[in-house]
Nanobody, 122 residues
């Protein structure tokens, strides 16, 4: 049974940083591309970052480019999202997701975590 468990969310002031983690189990982690999505009330779930199987390639959505960094540790079956210069508009539930194939900017993922809340105060 595949499980993705996010952690590291919380409340932070604008300009601050957070590091999200997503621990994966029940799959061969290095066989999966990993993505980070976010969703705030009344909006669609948005892909913000993705990272390839080895970590050699990444994708970032325009609003987070230059501020967010996705990395992964295949030995620890964990993917990370370092978020810097956070803004109130970054407030959302953040989800990690896994897929085997497809373009990094594709939103089609097979497995999802339960999400972690990130709140940025002004």
């Amino acid at each position: 049974q595949v499980q993705l468990v996010e952690s590291g969310g919380g409340l932070v002031q604008a300009g601050g940083s957070l590091r999200l983690s997503c621990a994966a189990s029940g799959l061969t982690f290095s066989d999966y591309q990993m993505g980070w999505f976010r969703q705030s009330p009344g909006t669609d779930r948005e892909l913000v970052a993705a990272i390839s199987w080895s970590g050699g390639s990444t994708y970032y959505a325009g609003p987070v480019k230059g501020r967010f960094t996705a990395t992964r540790d295949n030995a620890e079956n964990t993917v990370y999202l370092q978020m810097n210069s956070l803004q109130p508009a970054d407030t959302a539930v953040y989800y990690c997701a896994a897929k085997k194939y497809g373009d990094l900017d594709s939103r089609l993922y097979a497995y999802w975590g339960q999400g972690t809340q990130v709140t940025v105060s002004s």
